[in-house]
């Protein structure tokens, strides 16, 4: 079965950088579409970025959008999700996600297979 593993999370103060990575395991990485979703406390788990099998499409919440960037490497079986300039309204629960869908998909009822989370902090 798939397995995911979030890493990279941690404490960072605002403006700071960190790198998410998630490693897939028990399929080929590359029939996965995947995705990165966070879960602030109280509120609903929401999209952040997505690429396709191949690496070449990519897919950003606004907010994010020129801050983050989502990226894979196929030899590694890891997609990664480089965040840079953070803000406090970033700190959330991360999660990663994989999705067989033919589309690249933008919510989470796209996805089938679900990493553990990793807690990213921001501290202004």
């Known amino acids: 079965q798939v397995q995911l593993v979030e890493s990279g999370g941690g404490l960072v103060q605002a403006g700071g950088s960190l790198r998410l990575s998630c490693v897939l395991s028990?399929?080929?990485?590359?029939?996965?579409?995947m995705g990165w979703f966070r879960q602030a406390p109280g509120k609903k788990r929401e999209f952040v970025a997505a690429?396709?099998?191949?690496?070449?499409?990519?897919y950003y919440k606004e907010s994010v959008k020129g801050r983050f960037t989502i990226s894979r490497d196929n030899a590694k079986n890891t997609v990664y999700l480089q965040m840079n300039s953070l803000k406090s309204e970033d700190s959330a629960v991360y999660y990663c996600?994989?999705?067989?869908?033919?589309?690249?998909?933008?919510?989470?009822?796209?996805?089938?297979?679900w990493g553990q989370g990793t807690q990213v902090t921001v501290s202004s």
């Open positions: 996600a994989a999705d067989r869908g033919i589309k690249v998909a933008t919510n989470e009822g796209g996805y089938d297979h």
């Open positions: 690429v396709n099998w191949g690496g070449s499409q990519t």
């Open positions: 028990g399929r080929d990485f590359t029939n996965y579409a």
